[in-house]
C-alpha cells in the first residue's frame, strides 16, 4: 500500500485559504464541544425568511428522527439566486454551458438565470402545480436542467430528478412510486455525437403513469417529437407567456426540497428524501470548504444531474455560493479523449471534479491528449463516486495537475447530501486513495459486524454517530425503510453500507460496499434490481448478479443465469439478455458477463451464497472458504469450470 506517500499542504495553497489547518482544527473541536453554536454561525451561509432559533434536534434512536433549523423560514433559490442580483453580481455568469459539440456553448448570468427560473415557476403554477406536489425531471445535461429544479424550488414543489440514461421502464416507477403530477422532459439529449430518445422514451414510460397530466418539453435538437395535445407544452411558447417575476413560497427549514432515487441492497430503489434548510446549509458549507472556492473562479463538476453530485456540486452548492458553475453535456472522449481539458483551457477553469473511473480510462490513453491542452488555470482537483486506486490518483496529480494541484477525494452519499469525509486543500496533508478527514460536524467510527466501535488503527463497517445538517430525512413515504435500511443493522448509528480502514494517522481510506450494492463506472445499482431484470426474461428461471473487479469501471456487472428447463444457451441469447437489462433499466446497468448456471450455490434454506459467486467472478477460486453449508456443493465445481472472461 502506500499509505507512507504524504504529501504536505503547500504554503501558497494554504494561504488565503478558507480554512488552513489551524482553522480547520478549531471547527472540528467547535462542532463537536458546541453544535448548536457551530451551525448557528454557518446557518448564516443562506437567506433566511426568518432565522431558526431551534437548530439541532436529531435521534437516531427508535423512530429515528433528523430535524435542522426547523424554526426558520426560507426558500433556497433566493440564496442561489435572488441575493447574488441584488448584491450586484447580477451580470456575473452562473452557468457556462459547454455542449456535447465542442462548437456550442452559452453563458447564463445570474439575473437571466432568476428570470428563467421565475418563468417557469409561474409555468408550473399555471398548469396546477402546488407546493408539495412532486415534479419529474428527466432531462439532459442543459441549463433547463438547472432551470427546471430551481423552479420547483421556487413554488415549493418537490423535485425528482431521473438520470436521462434510464429505461421507460426505470422513468415510469420513478414517477409511479412519488406520484409526480407534473414531468419536464425534453426532445432529445445529446452525447457522444448521438442523440438519446427523451421524450419518446417518456412518451412509453407515461403510458403506465396515470398520475401525471401535463408534460413541459423543451426543444434541445430540434428533432421531432410527438406532442400530445392537452398535455404535452412547449417550454418557450409557455414561459413566455408568464411574467419574469414569481415571489419564493416561504418554506419551512424541514420542508421537502427534493426526492432522488437511489439503489440499495434488496427491493426497488428508495426515494431518498432531502429538506430545505440542512441541505441547503452543507451544500453551501461543504462547496466552500472542500473546494476553497473563491470568488470569480470557473468550478467545473462533471457529474450528471440525475445523480446527487450533480444536485449538490454542480447546482445547489455552488449556486448558493454565488459560484461561475459550469455545465457539460459531453463525455470525456469525445470527439477525442483530450476533450476534458481542452474544455478546461476553454473556459478557464479552476476547480474540476470528476470521478476515478473518468480518470482511468483517460490514463490508458496517454499524457499526449493532456499535454495537448496547458490547463494553467487549474487550482484545485476533485474526486467522487467510488475509491480512487492510488495508481489513478497520482496519474490524476501528476500529469493532469502537474503537481501543482491538491486532490479533493470526497467520500459521500446519495443519503448524506453532501461531502463529509474529505481533505480540505489549505489544511490535510493527502495520501494517494485515502479521503483523509472528516469534515467538522462529522463523527464517523468503525464497528465490527457484531457492532462493536473498533479503536485505533483498523479495519470495519463505516457507521456515523451523530447527525449532520446534510443528511437524509426519510425514504418518501416509508420511514419504516429509512430505519431499516440505515438504523437498524447497528442501533443508535447510520450505517453507510461502506466499509473502510483507518490507519495510525487516524486517516480514512473506504473500501467500497459491504453490501448487495453494485458501483459500476461511479454508478450505484442493486443486485437485485438487476437479478429481477433479468428472471423478467421469459426464457430465465433464477439469476444472481455480482461484482467483479474492472480495470476503468471499478466494479463490472457479472450475472449467474439458470435457463428454464427447455432453454439452450447461445450466443445469440446471452447478446439478447444483455440487451433486455439495458432495456429493462438502462445502458448503465448491462452485464459485462454472463455465465451460465445449472445451479447456484445455495444453503439449505435456499439462500444463494453470494460470497461464493463473488469468489469465482473474481477468479479467486483457491479461497472459496467453507462450503460445506451448501445443499450441493458440487455445483461450485461446475460454476469453476465455466467461469467466463
Ligand atoms: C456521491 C455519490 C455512494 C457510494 C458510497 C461509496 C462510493 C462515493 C467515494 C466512494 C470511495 C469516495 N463512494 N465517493 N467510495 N471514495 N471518494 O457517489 O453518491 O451515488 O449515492 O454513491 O459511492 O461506496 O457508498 P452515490
Redesign the pocket.
Known sequence: MTDHTVIAVKPEIAAGSHADAERREAMVAEAKRDPDGFWKGEMNRLAWMRAPTRIKNTSFEGDVSIKWFEDGVLNLTESCLDRHVEGGRGDQVAIIWEGDDPKSDSHVTYRQLLERVCRLANALKHLGVRRGDRVTIYLPMIVESAVAMLACARIGAVHSVVFGGFSPDSLASRIQDCESTLLITADEGRRGGRTVPLKANADEALKSCPTVRNVIVTRNTGGKVAMQDGRDHDWTALCDAQSAECPAEPMGAEDPLFILY?SGSTGKPKGVLHTTGGYGVWSAFTHELVFDYRPGEVYWCTADVG???GHTYIVYGPLANGATTLMFEGVPNWPDSSRFWQVIDKHKVNIFYTAPTAIRALMREGEAPVRKASRQSLRILG??????NPEAWLWYYRVVGEERCPIV????????GGIL??PLPGAVAQKPGS?TLPLPGVFPALVDNDGNTLEGATEGNLVITDSWPGQMRTVFRDHERFIQTYFSTFPGKYF???GARRDEDGYWW?T??VDD?L?VS???MGTAEIESALVAHPKVAEAAVVGMPHEIKGQGIYAYVTLKLDEEPSEELRKELVAWVRKEIGPIASPDAIQWAPGLPKTRSGKIMRRILRKIAANETDSLGDTSTLADPTVVQDLIGNRVG
Open positions: 437511489t445523480w446527487v453530485t474526486s467522487v463516486g467510488e475509491p480512487i477525494d470526497t467520500w459521500w452519499q446519495t443519503e448524506t469525509i474529505s479521503a453507510t453500507g461502506d473506504i467500497g460496499r450494492v458501483n461511479g454508478h450505484r
